[in-house]
């Protein structure tokens, strides 16, 4: 027998040992651990790393019978970090969730951690943590199953005392469940086992200290380590465990149902107010009609970039009406599209921090599929909201402003469907008119790019005008994406010089997912394509993933299609052009064509994405690849049709377009 070995087996015995006489309350004869604790009225206690690690936790969180999950998250003002002018995040946003996110990227910080002596399941290798010895496993403590996930040492730190150990759910978790997250048996680079520290290990073996806060929490770590046993993971080689509670589906989407449902309760019948203000070609088969339409405003002010929700008093009132938004609008109109020959409308969604004006790049091909495109502008992620981007970036506290303004966003997108289908919309108007006669056929459809393909989820799962949705290049949760893209370039030297600390940016962004969940795919995920919410048609969508994308990483197309179930078009690559063991692991494989929902990969030869959570740098970038491949255009088409499915335009093999 090897000593590391013996060393576990003689741990799991004094473990067991001592779980037994901490069961029986016998170890009150022995002197009491001396432990140190900071801040425990404030702070995590489990790892004294950071206030707040490891996140997320149910250590902060408070009960309260009105939420759907029986708690109320509940940060202290000094809670949250600080950034370098010394201002807390203030936490007020935060303290409405009943959990966390159900993309929730667990965070902690394990020095001198080697994570392929300690076997951390990959992002290669998804299945690996589902394996009996698997040294990190996540567990959804209400239902017994472990979670399909992989674990990460954050690539973008510099200093490795500051790596943080990120763990990903590879499948969303399941809204108002709880779940535990337990690390085991993990090495350092001598090769040596990393020990727990005194909090945990006093908790682990049974030994009583004298800290009145840890004695406090010690039954909720006792539940944890039960929920643990049943699941086979003894408590005597673990390293660190804890467990926290996902917000409910209430608490990720009642803002905005409830913005669709006033706003649409107030316009009944009768077609959103607009105004055409500019007509002109686009070529000689598009016309290019511009102006404005009118909104319900919830937000405060005049709801302008910064601004955040009117909300009606209490602690559970939601946004109230304050006055009319007036937003904007561009529709790509084929010249020849009219009574004899209707087009189909398409809700257009743009990409990162982009504007209306980018569905004109869409217009030639549009018009000749015959279909009319119409945007307006994503408001809180659009070009209007850079600057806002920015401050954000420097004071945390006001991310709220632009999940916010997301949401308003979405039910902007809603009111110009309505206007497109509507008999008193659009088509009533001379500008959109061919012979006299309106250009529209009577059926919607959304087409999100890019960011379009991110925050589109979240339009699609309450919209009722459509339901049918492409997400070009789409994909969801922004705290997995962000460090996978190229975008974030410019903006991580504001985020540095605001919070240094590694760890602590790595964290932002974590609990920045708190609040877009509201705005964005990953707090919708759930209710897309089934258990749809009250008074919502079921949907069918279909995401397109460009194989190495620098901009949109393909996990998130992935851990989405996952989340949803989804078919992918099969075969999906061409051999050996995945890193993983198993591509496309836990998505159904399809032959196409097939009805419903699906995800289709497409590779344009770009290099395969790094399997660490760092952009994609060599070869070109495929993301706009597929805007010039006809193939995908066809794709496109054939989806977003009432009879829909998901085509086979590449010839019974993997899509490939070569490289030139």
């Known amino acids: 027998m090897d000593t590391r070995t013996g060393s576990i087996l003689a741990r799991a015995l004094v473990g067991a040992s001592l779980s037994f006489l901490a069961?029986?309350?016998d170890t009150s004869s022995a002197p009491p651990l001396h432990v140190e604790v900071v801040d425990p009225e404030s702070c995590e206690i489990l790892d004294p790393s950071l206030c707040v690690l490891p996140f997320p936790s149910n250590r902060f969180t408070v009960a309260d019978a009105s939420t759907d999950t029986g708690l109320r998250v509940a940060f202290a003002e000094t809670t949250l970090p600080a950034n370098a002018q010394g201002v807390?995040?203030?936490?007020?946003?935060?303290?409405?969730?009943?959990?966390?996110?159900?993309g929730a990227q667990m965070t902690t910080l394990v020095p001198r951690l080697d994570a392929k002596a300690s076997k951390l399941p990959p992002i290669t290798d998804l299945a690996r943590s589902l394996d009996d010895d698997a040294s990190v496993v996540v567990i959804d403590a209400d239902t017994g199953e472990r979670v399909l996930a992989w674990a990460e040492l954050d690539a973008k730190a510099t200093d490795d005392a500051r790596r943080a150990l990120l763990i990903h759910p590879a499948r969303n978790l399941r809204e108002g469940h709880r779940h535990v997250v337990a690390l085991r048996r993990l090495v350092d680079r001598s090769g040596a086992d990393i020990e727990p520290n005194d909090v945990f290990r006093a908790y682990r073996d049974g030994l009583r200290t004298d800290s009145e806060a840890v004695e406090a929490r010690r039954p909720a770590m006792e539940r944890i380590f039960v929920d643990?046993?049943?699941?086979?993971?003894?408590?005597?080689?673990l390293f660190l465990a804890w467990d926290f509670t996902v917000a409910s589906g209430r608490s990720l989407s009642e803002r905005l149902l409830h913005l669709r449902d006033d706003a649409f309760g107030e316009l009944g019948a009768a077609a959103p107010r607009f105004e055409v203000r500019g007509v002109s070609q686009l070529n000689a088969l598009v016309r290019v009609v511009n102006g404005t339409f009118e909104v319900p405003r919830y937000l405060t002010g005049d709801g302008g970039a910064g601004t955040g929700f009117d909300y009606a008093p209490g602690p559970d009132g939601l946004p109230q009406r304050n006055g009319t938004q007036v937003a904007n609008f561009i529709c790509t109109v084929p010249s020849t599209a009219g009574a004899s020959n209707p087009a189909r409308a398409f809700l257009y969604g743009h990409g990162l921090l982009g504007s209306a004006g980018e569905?004109?790049?869409n217009g030639a091909a549009a018009a000749l599929a015959n279909v009319v495109s119409c945007a307006t502008d994503w408001i809180g992620m659009s070009a209007g909201d850079i600057g806002n981007a920015a401050n954000i970036l420097q004071d945390v506290s006001s991310f709220y402003t632009l999940a916010d303004r997301l949401q308003q966003g979405h039910l902007n997108f809603l009111f110009l469907g309505r206007l497109m289908i509507h008999p008193d919309g659009f088509?009533?108007?001379?500008?959109?008119?061919?012979?006299?006669?309106?250009?529209f056929r009577g059926d919607l459809y959304f087409l999100g790019a890019s960011q379009g393909g991110i925050l589109g989820g979240a339009t699609t799962a309450v919209a009722q005008d459509f339901t049918r949705s492409i997400f070009a290049v789409g994909a969801s949760n922004y705290s997995l994406l962000i460090p996978r893209s190229v975008d974030f370039d410019e903006f991580t030297p504001i985020l540095t010089a605001a919070y240094p600390d590694e760890v602590v940016r790595s964290f932002i962004l974590a609990i920045a997912q708190m609040l877009w969940d509201r705005g964005e795919a990953n707090g919708y995920l759930q209710h897309m394509v089934a258990d749809e919410y009250p008074g919502t048609p079921h949907h069918e969508i279909l995401f397109f993933e460009a194989f190495g994308d620098h901009q949109v990483a393909n996990v998130g197309t992935e851990v989405a299609g996952r989340s949803m179930d989804l078919s992918v078009?099969?075969?999906?690559?061409?051999?050996?052009?995945s890193t993983s063991v198993e591509p496309m692991y836990g998505l159904r494989p399809e032959t196409a064509p097939f009805a419903g929902s699906g995800v289709v990969i497409w590779d344009f030869d770009s290099p395969a994405p790094p399997d660490e959570n760092l952009p994609p740098r060599a070869g070109r970038d495929p993301h706009g690849a597929g805007g010039r491949e006809p193939r995908v255009l066809e794709l496109v088409s054939e989806f977003l049709r009432p009879d829909g499915v998901v085509a086979d335009v590449c010839g019974g093999g993997p899509c490939v377009t070569p490289a030139n």
């Open 228 to 237: 643990l046993e049943a699941a086979g993971v003894p408590r005597a080689d």
């Open 359 to 361: 569905v004109l790049g």
């Open 23 to 25: 069961a029986c309350g």
């Open 88 to 102: 807390h995040i203030d936490p007020t946003q935060w303290n409405r969730n009943d959990g966390f996110s159900p």
């Open 569 to 577: 078009k099969t075969p999906a690559l061409r051999p050996g052009r």
């Open 427 to 439: 088509g009533s108007n001379p500008a959109f008119q061919h012979d006299g006669t309106s250009p």
